[in-house]
Each structure stands twice: as C-alpha cells, then as structure tokens.
T-cell receptor, first 112, second 118 residues
Framework: QKEVEQNSGPLSVPEGAIASLNCTYS??????FFWYRQYSGKSPELIMSIYSNGDKEDGRFTAQLNKASQYVSLLIRDSQPSDSATYLCAVVLYNQGGKLIFGQGTELSVKP | EAQVTQNPRYLITVTGKKLTVTCSQNMNHEYMSWYRQDPGLGLRQIYYSMNVEVTDKGDVPEGYKVSRKEKRNFPLILESPSPNQTSLYFC?????????????????FGPGTRLTVL
C-alpha cells in the first residue's frame, strides 16, 4: 500500500457542481494533513490544512478528516473553471520521523 | 515579499555535464528541501536540510548532491546528469518541519526548474 494514495483522475465536473477529491494514508499515527493545488507547470500552493477529525471549511473549500478510516477529502463547492488543476494531498507521517509525503495528485477538470 | 527563488527556470543539457540549480529563500526558514515531480509519481523528496550544515537524504537521492553553507541557500548539484534525471524540480522551505509542521507554517515552493538531459 502506498503511504499516501489518491485517484489520479481526471475527475470531470460541470461548473457549479461539487467536486470531491479523496486521499487515503497508511500511517495511523499521522496528525497533519494538507491539500495543495497545482496549476499545470506551476508550483504547488497550500489551500487547506486539517488536524482534527471532522470538517474544516474555508470559503468554497471543505476538508474532511476521518482518522479511524485513514481518509481525508477535499470538497469544492460551486466549482469554477478556474478550479481546474491537480490537487495534491500531503500527510506528515509521524511514524517515519515526521516525513511529509505527497500523493500523486488528482487532476480536476471543471467544464463550463 | 516572501519567496523562494530558483534558477535557472529551464535548462537543457547533455549527459555528464555537471550542473547546479540554485535555490534561495528570504524568510529565514530553517528547513529546506528539494523535490522532483514526474507524471504519475507525484512529488518525491530528493534531499532536505534541517539547518545550516545539516542535510539528509530523501526518497530519491541517487545522482544528486546538496549543500547548506548559508541559511538562505540550498543548491542542488547534479555531478553527472543522466536522461532519467529529466524532470521538474521544486525547492521548498518552511520554518519548521516534521511533526512540528502545521498549516500556518507550510512549505513555500519555488517556481520550479524544468530540466531536460539529452
């Protein structure tokens, strides 16, 4: 099992819909989780971080964490074409000295 | 403006010709790292540095060297580049790392260096 796993996509949603991006991780002791957005050819930028079970909302973005299921997700409400990008999940693996591991990313395409 | 800079942004070179990619940050960050990004493989860490003169291997260190003589600079050196090192490279920095890494102290990424080795 990969340490951090995401569906590579592409995930295609119509404009205005909710996009749901998922990530699973292997280290049960992990405490810190991040979502980065990366436009093609650009560097990753942090959009959300989450540390506690439950939901964390920031504008149109909601991060959801379920440590028991080792699952973290990102919901994007009212998706816009400008949200089209690759979304990277990153996890701090506590049982590996706090190494930050990135998933391979999910490509999201929002169609007008 | 807080930023991480990398140079060059694009580089085409030939097998075996030594090259250096520079990375500099102006945020007084202790932690710096280098990643390579390849299609389908995501970001993989090459080397990282916890502070001046402290460096360690990441997941894919073979064929690379680094140095950290000053806090702000963390160059990546390819002594004898090979075609399998053709990739997109990112430098990143953060105030802390590991278990102390929290969202308000995230990693700042440089703009990337696209390297092609022929």
């Amino acid at each position: 099992q990969k340490e951090v796993e995401q569906n590579s996509g592409p995930l295609s949603v119509p404009e205005g819909a909710i996009a749901s991006l998922n990530c699973t991780y292997s280290d049960r002791g992990s405490q810190s989780f991040f979502w980065y957005r990366q436009y093609s050819g650009k560097s990753p930028e942090l959009i959300m971080s989450i540390y506690s079970n439950g939901d964390k909302e920031d504008g149109r973005f909601t991060a959801q964490l379920n440590k028991a299921s080792q699952y973290v997700s990102l919901l994007i409400r009212d998706s816009q074409p400008s949200d089209s990008a690759t979304y990277l999940c990153a996890v701090v693996l506590y049982n590996q000295g706090g190494k930050l591991i990135f998933g391979q990313g999910t490509e999201l395409s929002v169609k007008p | 403006e807080a930023q991480v800079t990398q140079n060059p942004r694009y580089l085409i070179t030939v097998t075996g010709k030594k090259l250096t990619v520079t990375c500099s940050q102006n945020m007084n960050h202790e932690y710096m790292s280098w990643y390579r990004q390849d299609p389908g493989l995501g970001l993989r860490q090459i080397y990282y540095s916890m502070n001046v003169e402290v460096t360690d291997k990441g997941d894919v260190p073979e064929g690379y060297k680094v140095s950290r003589k000053e806090k702000r600079n963390f160059p990546l050196i390819l002594e004898s580049p090979s075609p399998n090192q053709t990739s997109l490279y990112f430098c990143a920095s953060s105030l802390t790392s590991g278990r102390a890494l929290v969202g308000t102290d995230t990693q700042y990424f440089g703009p990337g260096t696209r390297l092609t080795v022929l």
